[in-house]
T-cell receptor, first 110, second 114 residues
Framework: GQNIDQPTEMTATEGAIVQINCTYQ??????LFWYQQHAGEAPTFLSY????GLEEKGRFSSFLSRSKGYSYLLLKELQMKDSASYLC???????????FGKGTSLLVTP | NAGVTQTPKFRVLKTGQSMTLLCAQD?????MYWYRQDPGMGLRLIHY???????AKGEVPDGYNVSRLKKQNFLLGLESAAPSQTSVYFC?????????????FGPGTRLTVL
């Protein structure tokens, strides 16, 4: 199975850059996903990585190292609306569903 | 929310009561999932379905039953609600389960069991 770890909380300043790390242990791997979840709302898809390297999508980038079991989500030019929880999820090679970490609550301050 | 609706949005039950949560999609996706989300626990998979007429257990299936009689609907039932089932329930859909396919979530149902 998977053991997925993320920091519980982070705080950053508007306009800055923040990196949210995710580590996982898995017996099989078929992709890593990042979701954003605002308070009281549903998770929404941000990005996925299946090969090593960096995927860039506007202000958000996601990095994966399969050999290290490590990913990060990089948020640039932070805005107040980026205050949310960020969920790391792994799709196991033999499964149909995603396994989610507990999420990182990001607070962006003025 | 990618054509995923959940009914009801909120519900308060007494211990021992039963209820059914409905997830409906208009995307014609094969895969449907039920998760629960609790503070400090993250999203945990209850049951899922890989197609009409099929269901399978997830990580935390006890106390819940599901049915997928029609492709577009996935029902989650609580036969005898317990306070431990107080949670936010999310339905998700996915076209197939290939590595490029992501899950899209419904708006959630907030359930309180007294």
């Amino acid at each position: 199975g998977q053991n997925i770890d993320q920091p519980t909380e982070m705080t950053a300043t508007e306009g800055a850059i923040v990196q949210i790390n995710c580590t996982y242990q898995t017996s099989g791997f078929n992709g890593l996903f990042w979701y954003q979840q605002h308070a009281g709302e549903a998770p929404t898809f941000l990005s996925y990585n299946v090969l090593d390297g960096l995927e860039e999508k506007g202000r958000f980038s996601s990095f994966l190292s399969r050999s290290k079991g490590y990913s990060y989500l990089l948020l640039k030019e932070l805005q107040m609306k980026d205050s949310a929880s960020y969920l790391c999820a792994v799709r196991p090679i033999s499964g149909y569903a995603l396994n989610f970490g507990k999420g990182t609550s990001l607070l962006v301050t003025p | 929310n990618a054509g995923v609706t959940q009914t009801p949005k909120f519900r308060v039950l007494k211990t021992g009561q039963s209820m059914t949560l409905l997830c409906a999609q208009d995307m014609n996706h094969e895969y449907m999932y039920w998760y629960r989300q609790d503070p400090g626990m993250g999203l945990r998979l209850i049951h899922y379905s890989v197609g009409e007429g099929t269901t399978a257990k997830g990580e935390v299936p006890d106390g819940y039953n599901v049915s997928r009689l029609k492709k577009q609907n996935f029902l989650l039932g609580l036969e005898s609600a317990a306070p431990s089932q107080t949670s936010v329930y999310f339905c998700a859909i996915c076209p197939v389960a290939g590595y490029t396919d992501t899950q899209y979530f419904g708006p959630g149902t907030r359930l309180t069991v007294l």
